[in-house]
């Protein structure tokens, strides 16, 4: 299997693709694929979905895809990577991207409204790059890119937020963006400041999140946490130490014992195992 990285932060292509199926490869950047025409499937992590005009799929790092092309199609490509991500200034769109998008499948595009905006700023994009103006209007082109991202990111948290439970409460959703917004600072997202903040006596903060969510608010954490960390080993070359200070640990030692409890490994021997599956 091929690994492919991305050295610009962001990178947009237009592709007509004749051939089936195309190579599966492994990707170290976000890749958001808008439909513009034809249909096929798309096979992600061994699980096989249609596509069809219109569709706006996204594929994470780590994914394995590839796409079934039975006829020509044409297809808007948007690549992306940590250091785009890392300019943004929504970091708990970015926490919901990285936490929550690996379990989605299909298109991500459930609002009507959100559909048409798509297909529109996707009109724009390629028409820039079939015209060869791509270069010229850039800074343009850019904005579009970044309303698309923005919508991606906005549709994956409001999708989870309606697969949370069918009863699911405003409140809920809020705790939990909370949290996303603030993983990196420990101390504000102790159980007594978030019980205070929202109005809910500590004893009862646990049985509530679990209610609604299925899982207690501090195995949430500790799995956010967790899964960001992993994110940050397997797709960039930051030292234990920034990593230790970004998330707001005491020492290594403390941080290689948190992920060496739920993962069975060091930090380190964790970084080697991932470069060798690369």
């Known amino acids: 299997m091929v690994k492919k990285n991305l050295y610009k932060p962001i990178e947009v292509e237009y592709k007509l693709v004749e051939e089936c199926p195309l190579t599966k490869s492994n990707y170290t950047f976000f890749q958001i694929l808008y439909v513009i025409s034809g249909e096929g499937f798309a096979i992600i992590n061994d699980h096989k979905t249609t596509y069809r005009p ?6 994470v790092p780590n994914d394995h895809h590839t796409l079934d092309v039975p006829k020509p199609s044409e297809f808007l490509l948007i690549k992306f990577n940590r250091n785009y991500l890392n300019t943004t200034k929504t970091p708990e769109n970015i926490n919901s991207l990285i936490h929550y998008a690996p379990d989605l499948q299909g298109c991500i595009l459930q609002n009507e409204d959100d559909k048409l905006m798509v297909k529109n700023i996707c009109s724009l994009i390629v028409s820039e790059l079939k015209n060869g103006t791509y270069n010229h209007n850039e800074p343009i082109v850019m904005h579009f890119l970044n309303a698309l991202i923005f919508i991606t990111t906005r549709s994956i948290i409001t999708n989870q937020h309606v697969l949370l439970t069918q009863n699911s409460e405003v409140r809920i959703q809020k705790i939990i963006s909370y949290v996303q917004e603030h993983i990196h600072f420990p101390q504000k997202i102790k159980a007594e400041i978030i019980s205070e903040k929202f109005g809910l006596s500590k004893n009862y903060l646990s049985h509530y999140f679990k209610n609604q969510t299925g899982e207690t608010i501090s195995r ?59």
């Open 220 to 278: 949430f954490i500790m799995q956010h946490r967790l899964k960001l960390i992993e994110h940050r080993l397997i797709f960039s070359d930051i030292r234990v130490n920034e990593i230790v200070d970004e998330f707001g640990f005491a020492d290594e030692s403390h941080l290689n014992k948190f992920f060496k409890k739920h993962k069975g490994v060091s930090l380190t021997e964790f970084r080697k195992k991932q470069n060798k599956l690369a």
């Open 54 to 59: 219109g569709n706006l799929l996204l594929f």
